[in-house]
């Protein structure tokens, strides 16, 4: 079965404080796609990052870092310098390679305090 | 500017009645979805669709119905028989295959009072 594990369930740091999200999955499938999406307050999921199994690179845009670690199935994400826009809730997803259905975490909020 | 549309961003409805959803997209997409969000549940499907005139039921179908009569659109109704439905509703689209994945709306709330 697929699952997606999102232990954090609400977050708060003070600005400029470094943030590490945590997402462990759950898959039989040797390949598939892991996502991160924001969801601010106005409700939209905001698409932030898309990693493909095969590919175990870490990546950095900006402020924001991905760590994929296929041998303990996580996908951790890492806000540097945090800022009052983050606060928002993160969301760690799984998709089959094909794309067809998508399985999410239970979110995570990040408040960011000024 | 391609992408999708919800509406309305907030419906209320008495007990009772049925109430449809609009999502409309732009990009060309194949599929479709809705989903349900509940605060501390994150997001569970109740249907999805891949092409127009067929669809497939989520993990929480029961009390929703939908359509997709246009490849730009899939309506969703919930019914009286869905026994909790006030909850913040997302509706998606992609094309699979193709990256990056899940574009979504910007969601309806809706309350049942």
């Known amino acids: 079965a697929q699952k997606v594990t999102q232990a954090q369930t609400e977050i708060s740091v003070v600005e400029k404080e470094d943030v590490t999200l945590d997402c462990v999955y759950e898959?039989?499938?040797?390949?598939?796609?892991l996502f991160w999406y924001k969801q601010p307050p106005s409700g939209e999921l905001v698409f932030l990052i898309r990693r493909n199994s095969f590919d175990e690179q870490n990546e950095i845009s900006g402020r924001y870092s991905w760590n994929f670690q296929k041998s303990t199935s996580s996908f951790n994400f890492t806000i540097t310098a945090s800022q009052v826009v983050d606060s928002a809730v993160y969301f760690c997803a799984l998709s089959e390679i094909t794309g067809n259905q998508f399985y999410f975490g239970t979110g995570t909020s990040l408040t960011v305090i000024p | 500017d391609g992408g999708i549309t919800q509406s309305p961003k907030y419906l209320f409805r008495k007990e009772g009645q049925n109430v449809t959803l609009s999502c409309e997209q732009n990009l060309n997409h194949d599929a479709m979805y809705w989903y349900r969000q509940d605060p501390g549940q994150g997001l569970r499907l109740i249907y999805y669709s891949q092409i127009v005139n067929d669809f497939q039921k989520g993990d929480i179908a029961e009390g929703y119905s939908v359509s997709r009569e246009k490849k730009e659109s899939f309506p969703l109704t919930v019914t009286s028989a869905q026994k909790n439905p006030t909850a913040f509703y997302l509706c998606?689209?992609?094309?699979?295959?193709?990256?990056?994945?899940?574009?979504f709306g910007s969601g309806t709330r809706l309350t049942v009072v």
């Open positions: 998606a689209s992609s094309t699979p295959g193709t990256l990056p994945g899940y574009t």
């Open positions: 898959t039989r499938d040797t390949t598939y796609y």
